[in-house]
């Protein structure tokens, strides 16, 4: 399951990865090695997808509904927003580690379309 991390050409962060870093700040924070690290979050979705590129560094246990260790992630939205903690020059805090929960899947009716 690919990670969509591009930008629509007119949006001011288009072909910059990485660039909500600079725009909120970010990285004056991690230039300071302020990256998360000894930091604990929780993260309660659809799952991870482990074999995301920017999350291979990224340090992640993964629980499904059950408990049981697995949460794999068949929608994506659980990924990407791990991703955005834990992706490798796009996180915000890298060096954290996260508690990966499901608790939403594809099979879940939320939203407009409930």
């Known amino acids: 399951m690919p990670l969509p991390v591009s930008l629509p050409p007119s949006h001011p962060g288009s072909g910059r990865a990485g660039w909500h870093l600079v725009d909120l700040g970010i990285d004056i924070l991690h230039n300071q090695n302020v990256t998360g690290a000894g930091i604990r979050v929780a993260v309660i979705d ?56 499901v608790g939403a899947s594809r099979s879940d009716q939320t939203g407009p379309e409930a």
């Open 46 to 101: 659809t799952g991870v997808y482990r074999e995301c590129p920017v999350l291979q560094h990224a340090a992640i246990e993964a629980y499904d509904r059950d408990g049981h260790a697995g949460g794999d992630d068949h929608h994506g939205h659980g990924t990407s927003m791990i991703a955005i903690l834990l992706g490798e020059g796009i996180g915000v805090c890298p060096d954290a580690h996260v508690l990966s929960m």
